[in-house]
Nanobody, 116 residues
Framework: QVQLVESGGGLVQPGGSLRLSCAAS????????MGWYRQAPGEERDLVAT???????NYADSVKGRFTISRDNAKNTVYLQMNSLKPEDTAVYFC??????????WGQGTQVTVSS
């Protein structure tokens, strides 16, 4: 089992920044990749960014150039630095971990609200 705990969400004005953190615990040796997804009210959960064990990253087109995903293997933590936030970035953000056995684990989610 892998446990994921997110933090760092909140209310921010348009153009502002937030950094989300996701701390992994448990059988972390099995984790292959980690990432962030988001879900707005009435919408499906969508990919935001992923990072593989070797550091390869992937971003949704809507966040390219504004968001940066990074990983601190020593702290078993993945981060999402979000800059130039827009109202359409408002959503619950979920941390995801995928194991080498293709098992998905999810955090509880953290709310990000971009509003003036």
């Amino acid at each position: 089992q892998v446990q994921l705990v997110e933090s760092g969400g909140g209310l921010v004005q348009p153009g502002g920044s937030l950094r989300l953190s996701c701390a992994a615990s448990g059988r972390i040796v099995n984790i292959h990749g980690m990432g962030w997804y988001r879900q707005a009210p009435g919408e499906e959960r969508d990919l935001v960014a992923t990072i593989a064990g070797v550091g390869n990253t992937n971003y949704a087109d809507s966040v390219k150039g504004r968001f940066t995903i990074s990983r601190d293997n020593a702290k078993n933590t993945v981060y999402l630095q979000m800059n130039s936030l827009k109202p359409e970035d408002t959503a619950v953000y979920f941390c995801n971990a995928v194991t080498y056995y293709q098992t998905n684990y999810w955090g509880q989610g953290t709310q990000v609200t971009v509003s003036s």
